[in-house]
């Protein structure tokens, strides 16, 4: 198919699908990452992870209105504030559902699988209560629109690269959290040995709730970022569910090194192969390599050792 | 529900058999044109004073996004139809069941509505998946939809109007519109992946190799949820398609149009062709991601007759002034409209009297203009290109001067 085309078509061309995979790459990672904190230092497979991806959805959404109604003049800036907002959300949200649902079910993980997708299916039925079934479209600020011109023929969407950007900082954010600073050691002890590090003082209760807050909080800045390239809807979620599971497990859940390879290695292969063949044939064959990854390799990418 | 319906028949057949004793008496107390027991000989759930219809869509789950408007539009015709006197000299009465997204649920709460609640008619089903489920209940208990979208083609039945434009009516007119006005020669086929984008597309690729002789550069499918969009976006740079012929549906759209946007594709500039985006689609898009872009098919709110207008003001006194209807909504309000004008026709509800008349009935109060139904139970309508506004709306630029011929079974398309 690419006989036909100049050099220079080719080149640029080259570099678009270049930063299309990019673009991917920080996608599935930022979709991943509070999967990855919540399934892999939890070992909590929290099948809401779409629904609180939408809940910041709608807080950008709410927040877009209120800086529309109220404050237009720093309407350009919302972005910032909406995407805190939505952190707060989740996290509080996140909390709650820790406190009367997940820390009853520590001991029964299947059943946690469960109740948490009957918390996706009440958390869609109250967004389409509460927003409306219709998707909702939030107006995003002119400055976040439209390409940045390098040369004549390459152009790269700006709201791509703030999502780049954003993942980049925010994947940095989690490493120094995780493996700088006490919540972060604290988190590693209660994975590794619950009931030691219970015995040396940490109140593993505490941490439980602290991590999986995080980990909602982070999918909430995810939902809002995503307002920018996706859309807005009580389902919306959904759309999110099977490729950030699939990056976590692939990775190997309980490393933060592996969601990011697994990330790279996924987004690359799928954006290589719909570029060559098209959309559904690359989704197939990408799952089809990562199953059999999976089968020569069960614990995933990068798999830590814990104690059991 | 069963007994209740049950018993206000055996009420009025009783009621009937007194009235039938005192005949002379009915000239001074008024009466329906027509009694119950001639209007209606299959035992439906029509009295003297009352007939029940069914709504059947979905207002949970996934779908609930599409079918709200069409459910909304169904009961506002049946309100302005009461209110002019209802149909046959009976008021309408409704009984709403929802399909919850999930076909199955559609089939069980279709043979609830027919066998319990012996409805005259069913207004609903939106995909073309929950129609071929409820298809075979209507057929076997032999009840009367009215369904509202547009559609793949290839099904007809003798149970079923089709009030929403099959996929030849929608897509030949459209391409040969492109192919004149812009001087089009090349098409890149885009769709999601299920049945409907699928046929369409290849409906479009035949005509557009055989009838246009003109060529198709790509065509290719995404799964339904597809939220990335980038690579196939590179492909349409490089290929430079002077058509992007979009069948996208649901969340998708959405991506879709913000990524093409962010790639600095420039709707003013590239001609894009879509059959997929009505007006509702656009409140999720957001207007100005999608400005410049043209939809083909048979309604747009800002068509300009009195017919539209009056339907429109209705519609919002109702529903809210900012509600915007698309082209599916448009099409669940023909359905009780037709259904009425149809009875009236035949003089009776019986399912078979009805599906009988039903070819030819006019429907000259149409918001889209004027509708007729075909002896293949679908209608004949007029096929325009709108263009998209940034303020949501369509401005209609170009429509078919006659009346485009239903074809669901298109010789030379499959």
Not at chain 1, 284 to 289: E, K, M, N, R
Not at chain 2, 133 to 161: D, H, R, W
Not at chain 2, 200 to 208: E, G, Q
Not at chain 2, 318 to 339: E, S
Request: charged share 15%; proline share 3%.
């Amino acid at each position: 198919m690419l006989g036909d085309y100049s050099l220079s078509d080719l080149g640029s061309i080259f570099v678009m699908q270049g930063f299309a995979g990019l673009i991917l790459f920080s996608v599935f990672l930022l979709m991943a990452l509070g999967l990855a904190i919540i399934f892999g230092q939890m070992g909590v497979i929290n099948m809401a992870h779409g629904e609180f991806m939408i809940l910041g959805a709608y807080m950008t959404y709410l927040t877009s209105k209120l800086f529309e109604t109220y404050l237009p003049a720093l309407f350009p800036g919302y972005f910032f504030v909406a995407m805190i907002v939505a952190f707060l959300a989740a996290a509080l949200l996140g909390a709650m559902v820790e406190w009367a649902l997940i820390s009853r079910l520590y001991k029964r993980p299947l059943d946690t699988m469960l109740a948490t997708w009957g918390l996706s299916l009440i958390l869609q039925q109250l967004y389409r209560s509460i927003f409306g079934a219709r998707e909702v479209g939030v107006e995003l600020p002119p400055w976040m629109l439209g390409s940045w011109q390098i040369t004549s023929t390459i152009e790269v969407p700006i709201n791509g690269m703030f999502v780049m950007a954003l993942t980049a900082v925010i994947t940095a954010g989690v490493a120094l959290l995780i493996y700088k600073s006490r919540l972060g050691r604290q988190v590693r002890a209660v994975v590794q040995n619950r009931v030691m590090a219970g015995a040396v003082g940490i109140d593993t209760q505490k941490v439980d709730r602290a991590t999986f807050a995080l980990g909602c909080g982070i999918a909430g800045i995810a939902g809002s970022a995503f307002t920018m390239v996706g859309s807005t809807g009580p389902t919306a979620g959904q759309l999110y569910i099977v490729d950030s599971f699939l990056v976590v497990v692939f990775g190997g859940a309980q490393s933060l090194i592996g969601t990011i390879a697994s990330a790279f290695t996924i987004s690359q292969s799928r954006s290589t192969l719909e570029f060559f063949t098209s959309g559904s044939m690359a989704q197939v064959a990408t799952l089809i390599g990562v199953v059999v990854i999976l089968m020569l390799r069960p614990q995933g990418l990068f798999a830590t050792k814990v104690r059991r | 529900m069963t007994t209740k319906s049950g018993d206000a028949r055996n009420l009025s057949r009783r009621q009937m058999l007194s009235a039938l004793a005192a005949t002379p008496a009915l000239g001074f107390i008024g009466r329906p044109a027509l009694a119950a027991s001639a209007a209606n000989t299959t035992g439906l759930a029509v009295t003297d004073s009352e007939v029940t219809v069914g709504i059947l869509h979905s207002v949970t789950g996934t779908m609930a996004i599409s079918e709200t408007g069409s459910v909304e539009a169904e009961k506002l015709a049946i309100e302005q139809i009461n209110s002019i006197g209802g149909v046959l000299g009976r008021k309408i009465k409704f009984v709403q069941e929802d399909g919850a997204s999930d076909w199955p649920t559609f089939a069980e709460k279709a043979k609830k509505l027919l066998v319990n609640d012996k409805c005259a008619a069913v207004f609903g089903c939106w995909t073309s998946a929950s129609r071929k489920a409820v298809l075979p209940v209507f057929e076997q208990y032999n009840g009367m939809l009215y369904c509202p979208t547009f559609y793949e083609g290839l099904e007809q039945s003798k149970n079923v109007i089709y009030t929403g434009q099959e996929a030849t009516q929608q897509i030949i007119a459209g391409l040969n519109w492109v192919t004149k006005q812009k001087g089009a020669k090349s098409f890149y086929l885009l769709g999601s992946d299920y049945i409907w984008p699928r046929t369409s597309n290849k409906i479009a690729r035949k005509h557009i190799e055989n009838v246009l002789k003109t060529k198709v550069v790509g065509e290719e499918y995404f799964p339904l949820g597809h939220t990335q969009f980038n690579s196939v976006i590179n492909k349409i740079k490089l290929t430079k398609p002077d058509v992007i012929y979009a069948i996208i549906v649901g969340g998708s759209n959405v991506a879709f149009y913000k990524q093409l946007k962010a790639a600095g594709i420039d709707l003013s500039k590239q001609t894009l062709l879509t059959i997929s985006v009505t007006e509702d689609e656009i409140d999720g898009i957001g207007g100005e991601n999608i400005a410049g872009a043209y939809a083909c098919m048979k309604y747009f709110q800002s068509l300009d007759n009195a017919n539209n207008k009056g339907f429109v003001s209705a519609f919002q006194k109702k529903w809210g002034d900012k509600t915007v209807i698309g082209d599916v909504t448009q099409a669940a309000y023909l359905g009780p409209w037709l259904w009425k004008l149809t009875v009236e026709k035949a003089g009776s509800f019986d399912i078979d009297k009805v599906a009988a008349a039903s070819p030819g009935v006019e429907f000259k109060g149409a918001p889209e203009g004027y509708v007729r139904i075909h002896e293949n139970h679908h209608l004949w309508s007029k096929t325009r290109v709108g263009r998209a506004r940034a303020d949501g709306q369509y401005e209609v630029i170009y429509e078919t001067a006659e009346l485009v011929q239903p074809d669901p079974f298109p010789k030379g398309y499959q």
